[in-house]
């Protein structure tokens, strides 16, 4: 597989590259790996961390750089393309395999009508593994022209914990201007019925993002990435700036654990109830799903290193 060395996308967490070491089969369908040795990262590590001597580790199991075409052995060896439990989505949504693919170098999500239905066909991938901090993840996307939900996130195995990096309704209606411009991130600590999973309480952070001079987000690709130093140590950049800390006073969590437990990597699209169950129902409409400038969330990398110390 061919890495991307463009650093425009990746600016921020490589400010200063001092090497780059990749090494692969002679196949270049095989996974890439490789480390990235810091001299500095700029706005990220906090005093915590030794600036001069930290590598970076590309984490390959939770990075794809989606230089290949159609759903190949490649992304099979990291991905599923389903939800990683099998549910089929919140709200009207409906999760398929058919709505995923990989074109031209992205991952296309894609959104579509389930026929003689309301219900709204989205695609979703889901790593195949979990991860924990200490962990910087980053995707460069471009989201769908839907008022459906373009996101990345990660939720644990047991559903009580969840970091959502991206979360944006980026439809062009006149009356969703603000959605489109002011994308999200959220953390989540739900408190459950332990026989049916069902949600007792849901703890959660909120923060809203606006894109420069209000344009919204879809308009072109943008970065939006993490570093998730720890359970309590969360810090959102958007277009490599530092948007959001999340601190332990802001997750508050009952149990003062924070984010504790490993997580799955996902990206996909959603169908949220909280907006189709308006009245009039915010959902979209057959010609725009059935619009294929409008209907695709577009993934051009996502890439997730872990800090080490040398």
Not at 101 to 115: F, H, T, Y
Not at 234 to 249: A, C, P, T
Request: with cysteine.
């Amino acid at each position: 597989m061919k890495f991307k060395t463009s650093i425009k996308g990746f600016s921020f967490i490589l400010l200063h590259l001092i090497t780059v070491s990749c090494a692969s089969s002679q196949d270049a369908g095989l996974d890439v790996e490789l480390d990235v040795k810091v001299d500095k990262i700029k706005n990220i590590l906090d005093n915590n961390r030794p600036e001069s001597n930290e590598y970076w580790e590309y984490l390959k199991d939770f990075s794809d750089e989606f230089n290949y075409v159609g759903k190949n052995t490649d992304f099979q060896s990291k991905w599923k393309d389903t939800y990683f439990n099998g549910w089929k989505g919140p709200g009207l949504t409906e999760w398929t395999t058919n709505n995923s693919d990989i074109k031209d170098g992205n991952l296309v999500i894609s959104a579509s009508r389930k026929p003689g239905t309301n219900k709204v066909y989205c695609g979703v991938i889901s790593s195949k593994k979990q991860i924990i901090y200490p962990i910087y993840t980053e995707v460069r996307a471009k989201i769908a022209n839907q008022v459906l939900s373009s996101n990345f996130w990660f939720l644990s195995d047991d559903d009580k914990r969840e970091l959502d990096i991206l979360e944006c309704y980026g439809g062009d209606r006149e009356d969703e201007k603000w959605f489109a411009s002011n994308a999200s991130s959220n953390t989540h600590v739900f408190v459950r019925n332990e026989q049916t999973n069902t949600i007792i309480k849901d703890i959660n952070k909120q923060d809203h993002h606006n894109n420069e001079e209000g344009k919204p987000w879809r308009e072109e690709f943008h970065t939006y990435g993490a570093f998730w130093k720890d359970a309590n140590t969360i810090d959102i950049y958007y277009d490599g700036k530092l948007v959001s800390e999340i601190r332990k006073e802001q997750i508050q969590d009952p149990e003062n654990l924070g984010l504790d437990r490993e997580m799955f990597l996902i990206i996909d699209l959603e169908d949220h109830d909280w907006r189709s169950s308006q009245n009039p129902p915010i959902t979209p409409t057959d010609a725009e799903l059935s619009d294929q400038s409008k209907n695709k969330y577009l993934v051009d990398y996502v890439r997730t290193f872990r800090p080490i110390i040398k």
